[in-house]
């Protein structure tokens, strides 16, 4: 037996769900280009679910019970208050999606339908938390979730008591679209495994949230903002840049696993980035980024991933730096709950071996003997 490092190149489930082929992705087929142009998130989310696309009545239906699951358990409320008002938000956002699980009576039915309506609730509940707790750290009241109103639209509602710009809803209405699914990423696979167990749905998003967290995962997004503050300036760029890679430091936003020639959801948010940058008339953050993938891809080769500019795009939606990560989570929700749903209905446990390199033949030694 021979490990393979990462797992890279091995095929570990079948999926309908999201695809990547010759550098394109699709969601049930549908090239992402043209969802990130035409679709609503509640669209592809009920794709996601579903395998197609909602008519006007289903997508109705999905919105009501979207509205009637955003409200969460006041305990959940009550919980986030007493987490530490500095605890990093991807923790607090794992430790309240597992404790939703308390107050949902269904949590451990597993029949099909039950499962669905978890995703629901779970997508609808997701954004109400994140914007729960950035509030409540800064000591102020959450606000109750509108009725009627797209997710992005309610996120940003729900984080400022305002309403928000049309321009907004929309960016952040697409980045969650760009984020929806990504085949067999490592939330994805750590969600899987989880629910291959036959364990219940919170606790695979739960898993799939901190598989999420880390920086060469999700958390890069956050990761990629830090950097550009450590740079400051456009005039620091080249020599952070070239520090960075003469030290072989990994510069945030930058490579991927399964695709050498761009990550096609790049292109969306760097045009998202220009946009906004040109609307808010600070194009520093944009620039400084096209600067930087300059250097990178000049050199190394590398191409930005959708954490990239992502950055820049949320910082110009006034998002706080660590909500961008539990962003994240809350499109990618959609997806886990997908590929969860997936794996209840062809179901083997998964539990691959380990190449033994420990060893051999080692004796028990007797504790005063040691
Ligand atoms: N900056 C500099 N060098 C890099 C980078 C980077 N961002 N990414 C890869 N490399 C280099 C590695 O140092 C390595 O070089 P070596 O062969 O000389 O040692 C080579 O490219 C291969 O890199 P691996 O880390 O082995 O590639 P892997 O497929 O395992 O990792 C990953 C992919 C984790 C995305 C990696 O490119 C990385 O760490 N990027 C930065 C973090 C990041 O942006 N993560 C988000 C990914 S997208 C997502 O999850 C939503």
């Known amino acids: ?47 996601l679910w579903y395998g197609k696309l909602p008519n006007r009545a289903e997508l109705a239906d999905l919105q009501q019970n979207l509205d009637t699951y955003a409200v969460i358990p006041s305990e959940v409320i009550e919980g986030i208050k007493l987490y530490p008002k500095d605890t990093n938000s991807m923790a607090a956002l794992r430790t309240a999606v597992s404790s939703l699980a308390l107050y949902d009576t269904s949590s451990n039915e597993m029949s099909q339908s039950a499962n ?8 609808a509940q997701l954004p109400t938390i994140v914007a729960a707790f950035a509030r409540i750290r800064e000591g102020k009241e959450p606000i109750a979730p509108k009725q009627g109103v797209s997710i992005a639209h309610n996120f940003l509602y729900m984080l400022t008591g305002e309403e928000p710009a049309d321009v907004a809803v929309k ?12 085949e067999l990423n490592a939330s994805t696979f750590a969600a899987r495994v989880t629910v291959a167990t036959l364990s219940d749905i919170y606790s695979g998003v739960t898993s799939a949230i901190g598989a999420l967290k880390g920086p060469l995962h999700g958390g890069a997004n956050e990761a990629v903002m830090v950097m550009l503050e450590e740079i400051g300036s456009k005039e620091n760029v080249n020599a952070y840049i070239e520090k960075a890679l003469a030290n072989k430091v990994k510069i945030m936003g930058f490579g991927h696993r399964v695709y050498k020639n761009g990550d096609p959801r790049a292109k969306h948010l760097q045009k998202m980035s220009l946009e906004l940058g040109k609307l808010t008339g600070n194009m520093e953050l944009y620039e400084m980024s096209v600067q930087i993938e300059d250097l990178v891809t ?3 080769g ?3 991933n959708v954490d990239f500019y992502s950055a820049s795009v949320y910082t110009a939606l006034q998002i706080p730096r660590d909500l961008f990560t539990p962003i994240f989570a809350i499109s990618r929700v959609s997806g886990w709950s997908a590929h969860i749903l997936e794996q209840y209905e062809n179901n083997r446990l998964i539990r691959p071996r380990a190449e033994y390199v420990g060893p051999v ?3 028990y030694v ?4 040691r």
Do not use: C
């Not at 669905?116 to 997508?123: E, G, P, T, V, Y």
């Not at 960016?171 to 990504?182: E, I, N, R």
């Open 302 to 304: 590398l191409k930005p």
């Open 116 to 123: 669905i309506l978890k995703a629901i609730k779970l997508q």
């Open 361 to 363: 033949g080692a004796t």
């Open 298 to 300: 000049g050199q190394k």
């Open 171 to 182: 960016a952040l209405d697409q980045a969650l679209v760009l984020h929806a699914d990504h």
């Open 366 to 369: 007797g504790i005063d003997e």
């Open 1 to 47: 037996m021979t490990a393979t490092k990462g797992l890279e190149g091995i095929v570990a489930a079948q999926s309908s769900i999201s695809s990547i082929i010759d550098g394109i992705l699709t969601y049930r087929g549908i090239n992402i280009d043209d969802l990130a142009e035409h679709a609503s998130f509640e669209e592809v989310a009920y794709l």
